[in-house]
C-alpha cells in the first residue's frame, strides 16, 4: 500500500540506522561480525545453521532464487517477474522452472 510519505523509489529495507543495505551490511547480518572491541557476533544464518535449524548455510542469493521459483510456480506474471529481478523470461524458464511431469495440456 503507497501512502503519502513514501516515494515509488524508496527503499523497502533499511538498516537500524536507516540507511539502504549494501552487501557489507547485509554480510554482517547474514554470515557474522566483529564490533570495535572485536566481539563476534554470529549472523543469522550462520546462527541457523550451527543450531541444525537448517540443513546447510546458505548464500543469500538462495533467497532470491526461492522468491523467483515461488512466484514462478505459482502462475506469476513472467515477464513483470522478469523485470523485477532483472532477468529475461527465458533465464527464468531455463534457471528456476522445471518441467513439470505430472502437467497436462488444457483442453481447448
Known sequence: ???D??????F???????????RAKLNTVWNSSYKENQ?????VVTRLANEKK????????????????????????LKLLADSVGN??????NHYLGVNKDAILMDI
Open 5 to 10: 510519505s513514501c516515494l515509488d523509489n524508496d
Open 88 to 93: 529475461s523470461v527465458d533465464v527464468i524458464y
Open 54 to 77: 537448517i540443513g546447510q548455510y546458505l548464500k543469500p542469493s538462495a533467497t532470491r532464487h526461492t522468491f523467483i521459483t515461488i512466484q514462478a510456480h505459482h502462475g506469476a506474471d
Open 1 to 3: 500500500m503507497k501512502t
Open 39 to 43: 566481539r563476534y557476533y554470529p549472523g
Open 12 to 22: 523497502v529495507f533499511l538498516s537500524i540506522d536507516g540507511e539502504k543495505y549494501n
